[in-house]
């Protein structure tokens, strides 16, 4: 036994005194306050994923972007969420050297009008960032949507060629964001669920509570999914329904009225879309709806401007005072800011002020009548308060355009995708997905995150989510887990 021992060590010694050495330079730094080198080994494992498992490190970036910190000072003169968006931005290097030394991409995955699509918008925002106002921040700007676009969707096409990388994907995606719900929730225990401390309990994981509940309502469909549809045993399918509860809990104490009338919208989606409503007529319907607003746009007004209601605990006060556009400090302020906005568009119509610009751009845009007690000129709490009318603002009608057509192909094509599958998985896999889209273009009337990693991950993800379930998903019943070849 004790010549065996003696063998071991002599056949380990080299790993054994790399240990000992790191364990040694690691006290020494230690002590110097200096806290880098634990660091390394995580780093060099992330390295090795990305070089040689891509879809693994798309799993990991899944599960740490809900974590992710936001830091400001940088040294690269943009903020960076750390460090979500430190793999994102190597997964993004990775995969395109990989393109250029292997030319393996398929063809068609760039050739679907959903690629074309975003394609031309990634051209517009780099033509816009060279006529802008400033481009050095529009280049930033650009930059850092490559970092998001690249991996989670082009990336993304290859790794969601299997319903199974679906459901790897979201649930590490729901294993970190169930991390940041227990957080919060506790932090709003000791708070006793106070209301104004609802709205920054989530940091530093979330800027604050809109944003926090922007990704409980588009997570929100899978998790009812995963509950209602896993093929697990009963023990199983109670822990889901648990958790499905704690996240219906943790909506509700975000206190972020946008959100929940995001999954308002989503539910009357869903339910046209099981009605098999055909594309033509959802378009009908929303022609029908805005022309019927306008046409009653002065009862409107009039109506909800004799709305006091201001945000409150109660839920049947806070629900009332989403159209409270009377005294409600947060809602006069998307309203200064959208106006703020629609100006802007007026002085540049056709190229914007430029990608990443509005909040440098509006102040001047404001008027006197709009401003609020929360309005500022720095900057510095939000922008435009929507998807929309940001793209209008900073690159004009055809941004706008582009955003609106990446939108309708987008649920064109899940739609398609849901109504041709054969497999009751697949089908509600994919509108679940969709139906999670659907609150973000809800919500993106009232807010906007794509400029985050905690947006920006899971929109581009779903969106190639529904497009590769378009083209790679069999129409075949026979497997859940059904596909063709092996992922990136």
């Known amino acids: ?119 031309l918008m990634m051209a517009w925002w780099l033509f816009t960032s060279i006529t802008s106002t400033m481009p050095l921040v529009s280049f930033k700007s650009l930059v850092a949507r490559l970092w998001f676009v690249v991996p989670m969707y082009f990336l993304g096409l290859e790794v969601f060629r299997k319903p199974r990388a679906v459901h790897r994907f979201m649930a590490a995606h729901l294993a970190g964001l169930a991390l ?20 920054w309990v989530m940091t530093p994981f979330y800027n604050d509570h809109t944003a926090y509940g922007m990704v409980l309502a588009l997570t929100l469909p899978f998790v009812v999914h995963f509950a209602l549809q896993y093929r697990m045993g009963l023990f199983f399918r109670l ?26 919208v989503a539910l009357g989606v869903w339910a046209l879309v099981k009605l098999r409503v055909r594309w033509y007529v959802f378009s009908a319907l ?11 746009r002065v009862e409107i007004q009039q109506k909800l401007a004799r709305n006091k209601e201001q945000s409150s605990e109660q839920l049947e006060k806070q629900i009332r005072s989403i159209t409270n556009i009377s005294t409600d400090p947060s809602n006069l302020e998307r309203f200064n800011r959208w106006k703020s906005a629609l100006r802007m568009f007026s002085d540049k119509p056709h190229l914007g002020f430029g990608p990443g610009t509005y909040q440098f751009q509006y102040a001047p845009y404001q008027s006197f009548l709009d401003l609020t007690i929360i309005s500022t000129n720095a900057g510095n709490q939000g922008t435009a308060h929507s998807e929309y009318l ?43 997905m969709l139906i999670g889209l659907v609150t973000y273009w809800a919500h993106a009337f009232l807010n906007n995150f794509l400029d985050t990693d905690k947006a920006a991950v899971p929109y581009y993800a779903l969106t190639a989510i529904l497009v590769s379930a378009h083209l790679n998903w069999t129409q075949s019943a026979t497997s859940w887990t059904s596909g063709s070849r092996k992922p990136v």
């Open 1 to 119: 036994m004790r010549k065996a021992w003696v063998l071991g060590i002599q056949r380990y010694s080299g790993g054994l005194l790399a240990g000992g050495l790191f364990a040694v330079a690691n006290a020494v730094l230690v002590a110097q306050e200096k806290y880098f080198l634990p660091i390394l080994p995580l780093a060099l494992g992330c390295v090795l994923l990305a070089l040689f498992s891509l879809d693994k490190l798309i799993y990991l970036i899944s599960f740490l972007t809900p974590l992710s910190i936001g830091f400001k000072d940088t040294g690269l003169g943009a903020a960076l969420s750390v460090p979500s968006e430190a793999l994102l931005i190597m997964a993004s290097l990775v995969f395109v050297v990989k393109l250029f030394l292997e030319g393996s991409y398929p063809l068609r995955n760039l050739l679907h009008p959903v690629s074309v699509t975003l394609l």
């Open 180 to 199: 940041v719900i227990g957080y919060t929730t506790y932090r709003h225990y000791l708070w006793n669920f106070e209301k104004d401390p609802a709205h």
């Open 239 to 264: 822990c889901t329904l648990g958790y499905l509860a704690v996240h219906l809990l943790a909506l509700r104490l975000s206190n972020s009225r946008a959100a929940w009338l995001s999954v308002v």
């Open 286 to 296: 929303a022609v029908a709806w805005a022309l019927m607003l306008w046409s009653f």
């Open 390 to 432: 940001l793209a209008l603002s900073e690159q004009g009608w055809p941004g706008m355009a582009f955003w609106l057509i990446s939108i309708i192909l987008t649920f064109y094509y899940g739609n398609k995708a849901y109504h041709n599958l054969a497999s009751p998985y697949q089908k509600n896999l994919v509108l679940a």
